[in-house]
């Protein structure tokens, strides 16, 4: 039995953490292509900096897509606020002393990996180590403090240097308010340290310690306190807790591609990884200390210096993938920066708004989009120790089967969905391959147009070969919950052996709004396996509007997290069970064309990217991590779509990858 996962981080590519690498993908490319283009030849004048093009995910047709699309009817508005710039507030600069607060049992060893941190951004003795975690602060500095209003030491009309300056320690080893704190008591704890104007304080957890939202929502987080006028940092150690997700690059992540995590450049997979949350953090508290500064998006919700290039730690990085980084020959360790001290630091890309691109301290720019000048910049490279390579990067055949000629369909309802919400998934499937032809005077888009892309792309051999037919054979409808509202996976793969699927068939298993499932919002929004002794496969969804809107229903709920522009309504008025669909239409996709492992996919296979979670989070053209695209709307509901279906029904459905083209294509 296999299955793979639908998963959030996937879906929502860079509304997680992980994958807002490229944030200002298209609009960047119309506004910044002449000014990339200067800074390019120019050199940059810095020896240590050389550009190099880093594309999302799937590198090299980014041109061709901008070219290709076609306009359709009325389109949505791009997003108000997708770049990331000054918006007049106060930043830190000058001398900011840095206060650190421990809460709970740290070693002196770890400890002394987040102190060499602090004292290595702004070094008292001139270093020459390179890339230095200075080098890295600097660019910080040059790039938001210099110009901006401040506090502290630097106000004024003549911009200083900016300096971080170790202040006190204090260490709470007995846990004074718990071992599970909200995010008021993180706020509490700054307090406590009694910061002065312009000081910054860092909070940090040990890894016996539980904090509201952490794993799940948050990996760090940073505040302030306005009217005192100081900000506080918060990262807690992940190692046990959630090292996938917030321990990352240097933990697998729990889920998407399992390459294997990188060496922790110190030893230690929590702190190491504390740091570069840490970093992160450090840099949104100086530079949008009191949510009026640099930003971008809603400003309560916001991306900023470094989350707005999140997973970017070397060149040629994309989501899920960190880059090419340096490698410590003695101990294996992963790093981009060098402390004063000597330790070794992994430190998270810095965006540049000037240039709007992604600055890392190995390869200094990252190009978001010009195309043309890769050649230049591919000749400029230097190189540099012994370098990461990535083994899989590329979404091919890997010689199983696939699902195809007929595939009979057989849905099973668990749980209680009325009978309008059964029609919404039963016209889709209906649409795939209708028994008649469309009308002469019909639009493109449609679904069957979608799903001739998937069976021509991947599940036709040859041209003679027999076309793929979705053919719906029976429905089920358990509305007695009889294996309670909490499933696990198995018992989701037990749903659809209860059927007796024969050879061929594919099982789809829906749960309703009440019905949890292992990992659902939290892991997964869908999810494929298959017998593959008995020949089938089965996909399930469910209906997130009472439970995870934000991260399963999305574009049709407000992100759970990352940029809150208005939600899409949902062309067939229904939050679920239009959200249920789109996950479903990949998760189907990915059934057909990889539904024993072995088939079409990228990554390791067991948490493969696969045909339309390769392109996670694109319905029209234009998308980038947290928008959608330029997607159809109908003019007499408002409901947003890309393809019409069976009974003239409207759904928004996900962008499908082409293996021959190497992009991702979408409807509209």
Known sequence: MLWYSNNVAAQLVAINRAFFAVANFERSYVQQNAKMASCIFAGQKSTLLWPVVVLLILQSMAANALSDRRQLQ????????DVLSYHGGAVLAGEIPVSIVWYGKFKPSQKDIVVDFVQSLTPTTTSTSTPSAAQWWRTLATSYLSNATTVGNGSGAKAV????????????????LGKTLTLAQISQLAAGASPKRGAVVLVLTDADVVVEGFCSVRCGVHGSDAGAGYAYAWAGNAERQCPGQCARPFARPAYGP????????????????????LASMVAGAVTNPFGDAYYQGDKDAALEA??????????????????????????GGSYNAVGGSGKRFLLPAIYIPATASCFTTVVAMVALVVLSLAGASMAARRQLVLLKSHVSD???????AVLHGDIPVTIVWYGRFKPAQKAIVVDFLLSLTPTSPAPTNAMPPSAAQWWSTIAKGYLSSN??????????ANQTTDEEYSLGKSLTL?????????????????????????????????????????????????????????????????????PAYGPKDPALVPPNGDVGMDGMVATLAGVLAGAVTNPFGDGYYLGDRDAALEACSACAGAYGSG??????????????????????????????????????????????
């Not at 590329?394 to 199983?400: D, I, P, Q």
């Not at 050879?503 to 298993?509: A, I, S």
């Open 463 to 472: 041209a003679t070969a027999a076309a793929t037919r979705v053919v719906l």
């Open 394 to 400: 590329e979404l091919s055949y890997h010689g199983g």
């Open 258 to 277: 399992q390459d294997p995590p990188l060496g922790a450049p110190n030893g230690e997979v929590g702190v190491d990884g504390m740091v570069v949350t």
């Open 74 to 81: 009325l389109m949505e508005d791009d997003p108000a606020s």
């Open 306 to 331: 470094c989350t707005a290039c999140a997973g970017v730690y070397g060149s040629g990085s994309y989501p899920g993938y960190a880059g090419k980084v340096l490698v410590d020959k003695a101990n």
């Open 161 to 176: 240097a900016t300096r971080v300056v170790p202040s006190n320690q204090v260490s709470d080893e007995a846990y004074s």
């Open 623 to 668: 998308s980038y991590p947290g928008y959608a695209g330029k997607v159809l709307v109908d003019e007499t509901t408002g409901g947003s779509y890309n393809a019409v279906g069976a009974n003239g029904r409207k759904y928004l459905l996900p962008a499908v990858y082409d293996p021959v083209t190497s992009r991702c294509t979408t409807l509209v």
């Open 490 to 558: 198995v018992e989701v793969f037990q749903l659809a052996a209860g059927i007796v699927p024969d050879r061929g068939d594919l099982v789809v298993v829906l749960t309703d709004a009440d019905v949890v499932v292992e990992g659902f919002c939290s892991a997964r929004c869908g999810v494929h396996g298959s017998d593959a002794r008995a020949g089938y496969a089965y996909a399930w969804a469910g209906d997130a509007e009472r439970q995870c809107p934000g991260q399963c229903a999305w574009p049709f709920a407000t």
